[in-house]
């Protein structure tokens, strides 16, 4: 079945230790995007990608950045970990305008 | 600018009551798209629906309907015969049409079904 995978499910981390969270896709989609999602909030969009092209959000931390190296796949870099990062990061995939299919998440804790 | 609002937060049901989750959009775009999302305690957003700014049609698949009224800016979801698995967080959410841009979400509403 086509769709979009995330590992690792859960992470733990460090205060201040990278991290790299990974997402992959079947769907063969040209828009990838990652979100943050704290408990009882709705998700945050963090930034995307339209083919090669990164879109950052304006509010996105600069301890967040995104590689695309090819259609399927997709990483989130948290360069150091704080407290406040502790949340659930959901990928998501789309073509153009249409619905987003998201993966499961990937629940980082940081200690 | 673009803006959700569910304002039911919580709901609870006993199992096979009629359950509606109301959604109320605003928006300046002339076409756009409105989804629901089901988020169960697993955390993966499951797609259920998307409704086209031009096509006011209501819909029905199985247990589920939607309401969609331009007039009233307005895109409700029923269940019928709710079930236990229907318990989730149940997100409504906006983006304009024809471009890759983010989907503007409601807070969401918890729907508890209780057996």
Redesign the interface.
């Known amino acids: 079945d086509a769709m979009v995978i995330q590992n690792p499910r859960y992470q733990v981390t460090q205060f201040g230790k990278p991290v790299t969270l990974s997402c992959s896709q079947t769907l063969n989609h040209n828009v990838m995007y990652w979100y943050q999602q704290k408990s009882s909030q709705a998700p945050k969009l963090l930034f995307h990608y339209y083919d090669k092209d990164f879109n950052n959000e304006a509010d996105t931390p600069d301890n967040f950045q995104s590689r695309r190296p090819n259609t399927s796949f997709c990483f989130l870099d948290i360069r150091s970990p704080g407290l406040g990062d502790a949340a659930m990061y959901l990928c998501a995939t789309s073509r153009v305008g249409v619905e987003q299919y998201f993966g499961p998440g990937t629940r980082l804790t940081v200690t | 600018a673009q803006k959700v609002t569910q304002a039911q937060t919580e709901i609870s049901v006993v199992e096979k009551e009629d359950v509606t989750l109301d959604c109320v959009y605003e928006t300046r775009d002339t076409t756009y798209?409105l989804?629901w999302?089901k988020q169960p305690p697993?955390?993966?957003?499951?797609?259920l629906i998307?409704r086209n700014s031009f096509d006011e049609q209501n819909e029905i698949s199985g247990r589920y309907s939607w309401n969609f009224q331009k007039s009233t800016s307005s895109f409700n979801f029923t269940i019928t015969a709710s079930q236990v698995v229907d318990s989730a967080v149940y997100?409504c959410a906006l983006?304009?049409?024809?471009?890759?841009?983010?989907?503007t979400?409601?807070?969401?509403t918890q729907l508890t079904v209780l057996p």
Do not use: C, D, K, N
């Open positions: 798209y989804f999302y697993s955390g993966e957003l499951v797609f998307r997100f983006t304009p049409s024809g471009s890759a841009r983010q989907l979400f409601g807070s969401g």
